[in-house]
């Protein structure tokens, strides 16, 4: 027997295989050789889809991949050996039951994946791209991209570990200033998020300059929130700030389509989006979307806990705002708005 052989099948030798049941499920053998059997599909999304039919070292391995698959990218076979504690040859016989030739094409097939994840933001997901045009027209192509958005906030709700959720809202709670943080397409949320708090009467600021995170920083105290959105996870000063937050005390929440990147592993409280398609390149496309919709949810549970309902000054900050911009109000005569009494108790 060849040593591919060997490694494809551990512990078979040429011994026959029992005959399988039709009814039952598709045991590991056959999963992983129909993965052999089509084309690659990447290191992640492979792992992912094959991982609960994996057995021993190999599922070990599998396992610290898909959970840290920042850590892993890079790592010599010696290295990921070690941080596993399985032999060399484990991770040799699990690249090759996953169709790759060895550890190096399975190395740069994972770097590539992530790779993709830093740039397919703002790219079409391929269920989207891949619409043929003559036979379909543009609403076509947008109500899909509705239905996969639909589809990652149903993944959300399942997935979200509600205890990191409780330790977030917990944590917004007992700030008594918050400082959002992001780049790219995660600082416009940052944006609404820091305008949505000052409504509530809350200390609240956003920034994606290093530069002025860090003299922000220098404003909250211990116990204070800072909040990044990191939609890929490897922005090195979101990073670097997220380390020197945490030393000073301050709560560091993170949103991420990137599970066990540097930001994911830099925060005290990490909330990873899962989309339609986790650790796929298309996740970040849908994080967007669910990235909002989780940071309006987390409010909307912290003013419930904090309030115990809408805060009885929003009112007259929104009345105040349409007075002043002449929105739904009428212009007077140039004079300042007279200020309203505040309400007793």
Sequence with gaps: MTQDAAALSPGEGNAARPEADPRAGPDAGTALADARAEPPVGALPRLTQYLPQLKGTSQRIGTFVVENPWAARGLSI???????GVSVNSVIRL???????????FSQALTLDLGKVLGSAYALPASVADTEQGTSDEAAVAIKTLALEMVGLQDAIRHLDLELVRRSVE??????????????????????AAYRLSLLGLRATYSGDPNIIIA???????????????FH???PHLVRALRYARSRGVVTVCVT???????????????????????????????????VAVVEALFA?????????????LEEVLRAQREVTGSGAEVHDGAPPTPRKPKTA
């Design 257 to 291: 389509a990137a599970p066990g990147s540097p930001a994911a592993r830099a925060a005290d409280i990490t909330l990873v989006m899962w989309g339609a398609d986790a650790h796929t390149a298309t996740e970040p496309f849908v994080s967007r979307v669910l990235t």
């Design 233 to 235: 996870g490897a922005t």
């Design 301 to 313: 549970a912290m003013v419930w806990k904090r309030f115990g309902g809408t805060p009885p000054h």
């Design 78 to 84: 010696n290295d990921l050996a070690d941080r596993v």
């Design 95 to 105: 690249t090759r039951e996953l169709g790759f030739k060895g550890y190096r094409d």
């Design 171 to 192: 944590a917004l709670c007992r700030a008594k200033a918050m400082l959002f943080v992001g780049t790219g397409s995660g600082l416009p949320v940052c944006s609404l």
């Design 216 to 230: 922000e920083l220098h404003l909250l105290a211990p116990g204070d929130v800072m909040f990044a959105v990191a």
